[in-house]
């Protein structure tokens, strides 16, 4: 260790000269970051610290991947690389000057990291200091940086050039808001018409099509237009956009996005998002006070002022002063920029023991075998984020004792409250075309995405995702004949409709939707929203009753007829998630919330919802598959709406569910779910549907996921059609393997090899398991579906409410029964809840009470 001894303090100059030599054998681990490769210098792989943390973070000069100081050797042990970059960022009080003020200390105050600042310190009181070293392992050798005529040219280049990486969760996605705004350059000398136009605060419609939703005001005359559907990700009919090449007035604002801290401001001219520095000015021209007007989380649809308000009130408890909660189990997640939908779902996952035993319990067993890139490991991923909200290291109350004392020495010590799911963000959205922008997404959704995941990445002997899976009995009925057939699937959510009819407070409803109508039309304020009152027991009983099933073919009778369908348990799942069917489609296909308050119990009994099977004096419905009919032109296939509508309700994009419907034939929204889960992952997912000519091979967007690797993998929609006329699936792709994956010939080759019908296929099968991206979840080989039956009777112990009027807006939030009392998740913000708007949820978690 003496010559460690050499790199500090007043003999560091003296062991320059040596620094090239020393730095010899090490030049050939020592790579200059390139372009496309990704820079870790904010974050450790393992775990959440960063240059602010006590530690420092270590960057590696070879894979550029970062370290905190606990999780450094594991990574040298393992790659034997030796030469770290340590980056380290304090926080320095400043020295008061004689006249009272606060001067600078005469220190290297360069900032060169590529941090935020903690807005929690007084910036007069306190300034950042940088500090880069090289450290060479095993022995932690130090070089102070910069040391540019010393260090050999390779090490300056490479060091400067990690230094100066962009981050790797940038994005170059036009959806993306990650880049710095630009002032526009029409600010300051933009021309606004003195027409008298006044903008009232609600009630917003598009003045050409009298649209209500993704709604612009030009700043130069005051007109209200509606955007285009690809700018934002919300509908419109590009009025606003027609209105600029009209007139040339070039910047819009959008309306609902517009607070005190300012607006989203699009430059027609400039065809990009812009600053608008004199934003304030422009809008008090058309009457709007900006520190009169609310917004949302990165810019709500929502027009109405008071509803909006009122439902942010009572879910955020705003007005009640909450007490923060600290420790293990109450750390809170940084909103990344519409992603509560995440933080919302990951607070709820890592509160169940066996998410937390399966991956936090792991720990030690994941980090120590994961891949040399553990960034793009998801158990790796997952261990992280869990036991940074589970272990306490990020979520402690601030001690003022401590405070004193390190401001007495000169130095405060950054308080790490919350962590910042970056990396796990851009890891498990990786190749998703809605949750990898930074748009909002359907908490839902995104709640079967990750569960999808976690079946396709095992972790153990036990999948933790058991605990939601549940078999469902369908039992459909010929209403013509009487006979029946029985059948079961899998899923992961009970999805309750919302029985408006059945509200109490009918009359209050009428009145309010009148006196809505008449403000509206003159342009007056909205009256206080009246909440739909809907009873639970109400919801219950439409999930049991039968439904109508479109197209029904009955086998009976050998014809299409009446048919109904009625689903039951056949087993009831250790932890039951429970969704309130709050989200409808408007006639422009817009996404709408029914804005209902339903009185969920804390206690649920659903043992009258198991399923019976097959009753005495019930026949069952002969095993006849339909006729073959094969269209001259595919294109011509009706696509069944009602299906597509119901898939879109569940919050899946709407292009993904018409392609469901489309590539599983007409054959109801439960076959085409089970098409959306397997194929979510595809980049093309919810691209618009394109469809081949039969006899054509599908492009890899529309095929299945054994296409990719594989050569004369069939396309998955003529394997589905295949199907669903009663033959199995490895007798369907063989088929049409024989015949270059022809329809046609594909049936014929069936029907010439009856024999093979009853054979099976084992080698076949595990193909197709090992390439098909949701096997686990929809089948798990010859012992079927894993479950784990048990009572019907459930307690609740968390739910995650939204705000805002469709899933393409607003903010999602968390209430969780942890120790006996409920806790609220808000992103960084982890409170004891006062009043839990249990009656407001849109996602509910009950678990199985012991019987």
């Given amino acids: 260790m003496q010559r460690a001894a050499l790199f500090s303090g007043d003999d560091a100059q003296t062991a320059a000269g040596d620094l090239g030599e020393l730095l010899v054998p090490y030049m050939p681990t020592i790579r200059v970051p390139k372009s496309g490769d990704r820079v870790y210098k904010t974050e450790c792989a393992f775990s959440y610290d960063s240059p602010d943390s006590e530690g420092g973070l270590y960057v590696c000069m070879n894979t550029f991947l970062g370290f905190g100081r606990e999780h450094i050797e594991r ?61 060479l392992f095993p022995d932690h050798y130090e070089i102070p940086l910069p040391n540019i005529e010393e260090l050999p040219a390779l090490v300056t280049i490479a060091c400067d050039a990690l230094l100066s990486a962009k981050s790797p969760y940038r994005k170059q996605d036009p959806d993306s808001w990650e880049e710095e705004l630009q002032a526009s350059k029409h600010a300051k000398t933009l021309v606004q018409l003195d027409n008298g136009v006044r903008i009232p605060p609600s009630g917003w419609k598009c003045s050409k099509c009298d649209l209500r939703e993704n709604l612009w005001l030009n700043l130069t005359d005051g007109s209200v237009l509606c955007g285009k559907w690809f700018f934002d990700g919300s509908g419109g009919n590009g009025h606003a956009t027609e209105h600029y090449k009209e007139t040339g007035y070039p910047l819009a604002v959008k309306l609902g996005t517009i607070s005190p801290d300012g607006a989203d401001v699009y430059s027609f001219d400039e065809e990009e998002p812009v600053l608008d520095p004199h934003i304030a000015k422009h809008l008090a021209h058309f009457g709007i006070d900006m520190l009169q007007m609310q917004v949302t989380e990165n810019g709500l649809r929502d027009n109405d002022i008071k509803p909006r308000v009122s439902e942010w009130e009572v879910i955020q408890e705003a007005g009640v002063k909450l007490k923060p909660m600290y420790g293990p189990g109450y750390t809170g997640m940084k909103n990344l920029g519409n992603s509560c939908y995440l933080n919302a779902v990951m607070q709820a996952i890592f509160s169940i023991p066996e998410f937390q035993r399966a991956y936090v319990g792991n720990l030690p067993r994941i980090f120590d075998y994961s891949p040399l890139d553990p960034t793009q490991d998801f158990s790796t991923q997952m261990a992280k984020l869990g036991h940074g909200l589970l272990s306490g290291q990020y979520s402690k109350p601030p001690m003022k004792s401590e405070l004193i004392e390190q401001v007495m020495k000169e130095e405060h010590k950054a308080q790490h409250n919350g962590i910042s799911p970056q990396m796990f963000k851009a890891f498990i959205s990786k190749s998703h075309p809605e949750f990898s922008s930074n748009r909002q997404q359907d908490a839902l959704e995104f709640f079967l995405h990750l569960i999808n995941l976690v079946e396709r990445n095992p972790v153990g002997s036990e999948n933790p995702s058991d605990v939601f899976r549940f078999l469902v009995e369908e039992r459909t009925q010929c209403c013509q004949s009487r006979k029946v057939r029985y059948t079961e699937r899998v899923d992961y959510i009970m999805q309750l409709p919302v029985a408006m009819e059945a509200a109490a407070n009918k009359d209050e409803l009428i009145a309010y939707e009148l006196k809505r109508r008449e403000a509206e039309a003159t342009r007056r304020p909205l009256p206080e929203l009246v909440r739909a009152k809907i009873p639970f027991s109400a919801c219950l009983q439409a999930f049991s009753e039968p439904s109508n099933v479109e197209d029904f073919w009955s086998s009976a009778l050998q014809a299409k007829s009446a048919g109904v369908k009625t ?44 399923a019976r099977g097959l009753q005495a004096g019930e026949e069952e419905l002969p095993d006849i598959a339909p006729p073959i009919i094969i269209p001259d032109d595919p294109k011509a296939l009706d696509i069944d709406e009602c299906s597509v509508m119901q898939l879109a309700e569940m919050g899946f994009p709407l292009e993904a569910c018409r392609k469901a419907v489309y590539y599983t034939g007409n054959l109801g929204a439960e076959v085409a779910f089970n098409w959306i889960i397997a194929h979510m992952e ?38 589905a059609i295949i199907i669903s006329m009663g033959f199995q699936r490895n007798l369907a792709i063989r088929a049409l ?55 019907g009777k459930y307690e609740l112990f968390g739910f995650i409410s939204h705000m805002g009027t469709s899933t393409m807006s607003g903010h999602y939030v968390c209430h969780l029964k942890k120790e006996g009392r409920w806790v609220i998740y808000n992103d960084l913000r982890v409170c004891a809840s006062e009043r839990p708007p249990k009656d407001l949820g849109y996602i509910y978690f009950y678990h199985r009470i012991p019987s």
């Fill in 737 to 791: 393997k024989a015949t270059n994956n022809n329809l046609e010939r594909g049936l014929e080759w069936i029907f010439s090899h009856p024999e093979l019908e009853e054979e099976s296929e084992p080698a076949l099968d595990m193909m197709d398991m090992d390439n098909n991206a949701n096997a686990n979840i929809a089948e798990t080989g010859s012992e079927g579906p894993r479950v784990k039956d048990g009572s």
């Fill in 75 to 135: 990574h040298y042990r393992k790659t034997g690389q030796c030469v770290y970059l340590h980056l380290k960022r304090r926080v320095i009080q400043k020295v008061p000057g004689a006249s009272g003020g606060a001067l600078p200390k005469r220190r290297n105050a360069k900032l060169f990291l590529d941090l935020e600042v903690n807005g929690d310190l007084n910036s007069d009181d306190f300034e950042y200091e940088d500090e880069a070293k090289l450290v």
């Fill in 682 to 719: 595809e980049p093309d997912f919810a691209e618009p549907l394109a469809i081949p000519a039969y006899g054509e091979v599908a492009s890899n967007g529309a095929a299945a996921f054994g296409t990719v690797g594989l050569d004369n993998q069939p396309p998955e929609e003529m394997v």
């Fill in 567 to 610: 689903s039951r348990f056949a087993s009831f799942p250790e932890y039951l998630v429970v969704q309130i069917k709050k989200f409808t489609f408007g006639l422009d296909w817009i996404p709408k919330k029914l804005d209902v308050s339903i009185d969920m119990p804390d206690f649920l009994d659903i043992n009258h919802l198991r």
